[in-house]
Nanobody, 123 residues
Framework: QVQLVESGGGLVQAGGSLRLSCAASGRTFSSYTTGWFRQAPGKEREFVAAISWSGVWRYSADSVKGRFTISRDNAKNTVYLQMNSLKPEDTAVHYC????????????????WGQGTQVTVSS
């Protein structure tokens, strides 16, 4: 069993930065690929970024490439999402979850979702 808690969201102006954290309980967290997703009002949950358990491979959505960086510290049981050059269209609740199996970009392949953290970017 893994429990995830996201933090670090907030209100920021366009062009600003935030760093989200996904803190996990459960000793097997470091064995999982972990992903970040986001959901804006009235829209489907969409993939943002994912990182393998070792951190060797990382994937990002085209919409955030070059602006967002995913990383992890297994000693701290935490996955991070550094978000730079934020845009108003990044406004959404951001969630982390662990990959059960299957494609990393499909939210239906993930379990143990956190409660989410709100990111709001003003223009």
């Amino acid at each position: 069993q893994v429990q995830l808690v996201e933090s670090g969201g907030g209100l920021v102006q366009a062009g600003g930065s935030l760093r989200l954290s996904c803190a996990a309980s459960g000793r097997t967290f470091s064995s999982y690929t972990t992903g970040w997703f986001r959901q804006a009002p009235g829209k489907e949950r969409e993939f943002v970024a994912a990182i393998s358990w070792s951190g060797v491979w990382r994937y990002s959505a085209d919409s955030v490439k070059g602006r967002f960086t995913i990383s992890r510290d297994n000693a701290k049981n935490t996955v991070y999402l550094q978000m730079n050059s934020l845009k108003p269209e990044d406004t959404a609740v951001h969630y982390c979850a662990v990959l059960r199996d299957g494609a990393y970009y499909n939210p239906f392949n993930y379990d143990y979702w956190g409660q989410g953290t709100q990111v709001t970017v003003s223009s």
